[in-house]
């Protein structure tokens, strides 16, 4: 007889997942430090650091995505770092990451209309040269990653980006990819 497993618990006793493994009740100390520092920048506890990763991995992934994501160091402006981000995850179809960098996006100033537009259907959106030059190569890379080339690479180059803001591109389009994997494959739902 197999043995019943246990449904997480979120808030209000919905579940977050589609996993049948409950919330992780007693996170590591630094799964907890990402739990209270994601509590006090956006007033709740994302769903995606509730999973129960395993002893040091959850950390280990999330540090390396907040540090891509959040760093002053970073050589890209954090705006087309979020813009990566959002055309990433467009094109997966992951809502929950949708939702997250649209938002983001709207909290550095850019026009809500053109989030909405651009979560939407970004080709149809107005970009400058070089947002339009990022969405095609998170798109490609995403959609068609067997077939990039160094065609793609050198339109970015045309576009005015340096070789070291291309190579940070590169790693937060494969960042969201991973994380747009894993949200899509264990259903994770959106914070309310």
Same mark, same amino acid.
């Given at each position: 007889m197999s043995k019943a497993v246990?449904?997480?618990?979120?808030?209000? #006793?919905?579940?977050? %997942?589609?996993?049948?493994? *409950?919330?992780?009740? /007693?996170?590591? *100390?630094? $799964?907890?430090?990402? @739990? @209270?520092?994601?509590?006090?920048?956006? #007033?709740?506890?994302? /769903?995606?650091?509730?999973?129960?990763?395993?002893p040091g991995r959850l950390a280990l992934y999330q540090g390396y995505?907040?540090?891509?994501?959040? %760093?002053?160091?970073?050589?890209?402006?954090? $705006?087309?770092?979020?813009?990566?981000?959002?055309i990433t995850s467009v094109e997966n179809r992951c809502e929950v990451c949708i939702l997250s960098h649209g938002g983001a996006l709207k909290k550095y100033?850019?026009?809500?209309?053109? $989030?909405?537009?651009?979560?939407?259907?970004?080709?149809?959106?107005?970009?400058?040269?070089?947002?339009?030059?990022l969405a095609e190569f998170a798109s490609k890379l995403t959609l068609h990653a067997g077939d990039v080339d160094a065609t793609l690479i050198g339109g970015l180059r045309a576009a005015g980006l340096k070789e070291v803001e291309i190579l940070e591109a590169v790693q937060v389009v494969a960042i969201y990819n991973s994380n747009n994997r894993i949200n899509n494959a264990l259903g994770m739902q959106p914070n309310r």
């Open positions: 246990k449904k997480p618990t979120a808030s209000k #006793g919905k579940r977050f %997942s589609w996993l049948r493994l *409950p919330e992780l009740k /007693n996170p590591e *100390p630094a $799964v907890r430090k990402l @739990q @209270q520092e994601c509590l006090e920048r956006l #007033g709740f506890v994302r /769903n995606f650091l509730r999973l129960p990763f395993g995505l907040d540090k891509l994501m959040r %760093s002053d160091d970073g050589e890209l402006p954090p $705006v087309e770092r979020e813009f990566l981000a959002l100033g850019m026009d809500t209309h053109l $989030v909405d537009t651009l979560a939407l259907a970004w080709r149809r959106a107005t970009l400058t040269p070089r947002l339009h030059a």
